[in-house]
């Protein structure tokens, strides 16, 4: 009877529509003339037989996979996505500076800044590390419209820029990831240039006067190579390209409005030939890639800002997805499929990844949330993302509320026995300690529905730091009194469930620590800012950018935070923790700025919406949220804000016929 071939139009049911139970391929034996099939030896794989059936989306998956979901009956498959998302800000906004380097490991060097942006260039320099950026060391030069820049985050170059002259210059510097050193000087002095290759062998191209010139780096000196065919200023080139592969692309190519250019030349090492155009002509954009994969995003079309992305293939040029907002005059560095943009002029902290994957990128962010009922600076809270709790409060007037938050919605809990303020705190929302606050010496356990005086503790305080359990709890520092000196105290006291002892005193005396300090014990304890003074009982306070650790003996000062601030909310481990919001200048100078701790260093991290500080705040540095606190004017805060990680998940689509 010949060859029988099983396919899925052996499982389609009387009505016409596929048999989801049955991908197998089985072949009814009404669907067949010869039913005893006595010359059949083998059948073929169905088409079936190599689907998956799960009744979940199963994990991990790859590009191309395909499985047939039960539960959904549904055919899903994984692709590839392709767009940019938010990155945490520059700690320094500014634009017109030199990026390099890659994605997960770039750096930013120099360009202005200002409202409008100064014309003098500045020496900062910015390391990202995939979650936020760092400071660096200085460049030697201040400089601006340092777009030639190239390498890597532990071995880059930057050339050429505009410094404080403000003529052009033909310095050039030498990165080794956290030293700038001079290395020898352009041929030709000029800004604007497109740079790409490496510390040893580096690319310069085009720059001020829209001049054709092309010159190599060799590790020591520069020396000309053969000019562009077209001479220009303000062009993007592919950063990650290489001396003797490269490419240009867009810039000024003539004077006058509006002198955009979407010409495209790629270099061999030797000559420049130029190539198809990019589809949008600007100036103004950057670039990421190599030579045969390169991407250009953003810019000036001769009217206005855009946020136009293309992509080269090594021949041809094609619309991709578009920048989060209309940006120019930023810098750029990565890959084709993992490219970075930093800062600009919309706004001077912008960062933006792009990202070709199988997954799609959601980025951190913090949202805001149901506020709670009571609207008051110096709370007190901690808990878990889905499980925190508030208490107290100090403005107007001291207070008892407590408050339960479920993760979505504030709930009324039990009323604290003492009305008081700006206490340490550690704990659940059913097993949770109050200790001093509002220089005052009661303590208080709560068990999820009533608070219950304890044992108090002996040094009177308020605003001190505080982290631990119910029943191992450390409460630093503080005040220890009022006006008109307002004395910060060194001591240390640690609780085990039933007792007070003595702990190992502070370094030096600090104070203003609501809200910025946690623990899981007594001996696993974190703090970040707050303020000093010269002496006990002296004035005037100072904040401190200080960040310090206790494991139950000793106090180790770790790296410091990147904004000097008093009472800000942290929440997180020794580890891995958030801190955002606080008092600047220790005088009800609010900020938005947030900051991620790996447990070595910090970094930037997205910005709160309302500036605050000293209120409560509970999680991990994955999911978490802060409410409350004094937005540095009347009245006091209700505002609950709360901060998500970046997720990543595979990009899972249904196969349909559409």
Do not use: C
């Amino acid at each position: 009877m010949g060859t029988i071939k099983r396919n899925f139009y052996n499982n389609i049911t009387p009505t016409g529509k596929f048999d989801s139970a049955d991908l197998t391929g089985t072949i009814p034996a009404t669907n067949v003339a010869d039913a005893s099939l006595t010359n059949v030896t083998s059948v073929p794989a169905s088409v079936g037989d190599l689907v998956q059936k799960v009744a979940s989306d199963p994990t991990p998956v790859g590009a191309g996979d395909v499985w047939y979901n039960t539960t959904s009956n549904a055919l899903k498959s994984v692709v590839l996505s392709q767009a940019w998302s938010s990155g945490a800000p520059l700690s320094v906004g500014r634009q017109t500076g030199g990026g390099f380097g890659t994605q997960t490991a770039g750096v930013l060097a120099g360009g202005n800044y200002g409202s409008p942006p100064t014309l003098l260039g500045v020496t900062n320099t910015e390391e990202y590390n995939g979650s936020g950026w760092s400071p660096s060391g200085n460049l030697s030069t201040a400089r601006r419209y340092l777009s030639g820049a190239a390498g890597t985050q532990t071995s880059g170059i930057v050339f050429g820029g505009f410094d404080a002259s403000p003529g052009a210059t033909a310095a050039t510097e030498e990165y080794d990831g956290s030293t700038w050193t001079s290395g020898g000087n352009l041929v030709n002095a000029r800004g604007n240039l497109g740079g790409s290759g490496t510390q040893t062998a580096a690319l310069g191209v085009g720059g001020t006067g829209r001049v054709a010139f092309s010159e190599e780096y060799n590790g020591t000196s520069w020396s000309e190579g053969n000019n562009l065919n077209t001479g220009r200023s303000l062009a993007a080139s592919s950063k990650n390209g290489l001396q003797t592969a490269s490419l240009v692309f867009g810039g000024s190519s003539a004077p006058g409005a509006p002198g955009t250019s979407a010409d495209t030349e790629s270099y061999d090492g030797t000559s420049w030939t130029t190539v198809n155009s990019m589809n949008q002509a600007k100036d103004l954009s950057t670039g990421a890639g190599t030579q045969t994969a390169a991407l250009s995003f953003g810019g000036y079309d001769g009217s206005s800002t855009i946020n136009n992305t293309e992509s080269w293939d090594g021949t041809n040029w094609s619309t991709a997805p578009t920048l989060g907002s209309p940006n120019n005059q930023h810098a750029g560095t990565g890959l084709q499929t993992a490219a970075l943009s930093i800062g600009g002029s919309s706004p001077l902290t912008a960062t933006e990844e792009y990202n070709v994957s199988t997954n799609l990128i959601t980025a951190a962010a913090w949202a805001s949330a149901n506020s709670q009922s009571v609207p008051s600076y110096n709370r007190s809270g901690w808990g878990t993302a889905e499980a925190g709790w508030l208490a107290g409060g100090g403005y107007p007037s001291v207070k008892t509320d407590t408050e339960e938050y479920d993760g979505t919605n504030w709930t009324s809990g039990g009323s604290l026995n003492t009305a008081r303020g700006a206490a340490s705190v550690g704990g659940s929302q059913t097993a949770a300690i109050f200790a001093s606050g509002s220089r005052n010496t009661a303590v208080e356990l709560y068990d999820g529905s009533t608070w219950t005086s304890t044992t108090s503790i002996p040094t009177i305080r308020n605003a001190a730091g505080g982290g631990g359990t119910q029943t191992s709890l450390v409460v630093f520092g503080g005040t220890t009194a009022g006006a008109p000196t307002y004395p910060i105290s060194t001591a240390v006291e640690e609780w085990n469930g039933s007792a007070w002892t003595t702990g190992t005193s502070l370094p030096s005396v600090r104070g203003s620590m609501n809200g910025s300090a946690f623990g899981t014990s007594s001996d696993d304890v974190f703090s970040a800012g707050g303020v000093t003074a010269p002496a006990p009982g002296a004035i005037p306070h100072s904040v401190t950018s200080e960040t310090l650790s206790y494991n139950g003996t000793t106090w180790t000062e770790e790296a410091d935070i990147l904004t000097a601030r008093a009472s800000p909310y942290a929440f997180g481990t020794s580890g891995s923790a958030i801190i955002a919001g606080g008092d600047t200048n220790n005088s009800g100078a609010t900020s938005v700025l947030s900051e991620q701790w790996n447990g070595t260093s910090w970094s930037t991290n997205p910005s709160i919406a309302t500036a605050r500080y000293t209120g409560g705040r509970a999680g991990t540095s994955s999911s978490g949220w802060i409410g409350g606190g004094y937005p540095g004017n009347d009245p006091s805060s209700s505002a609950t804000e709360e901060f998500t990680g970046e997720t990543v998940a595979a990009n899972i689509v249904e196969i349909t016929t559409s």
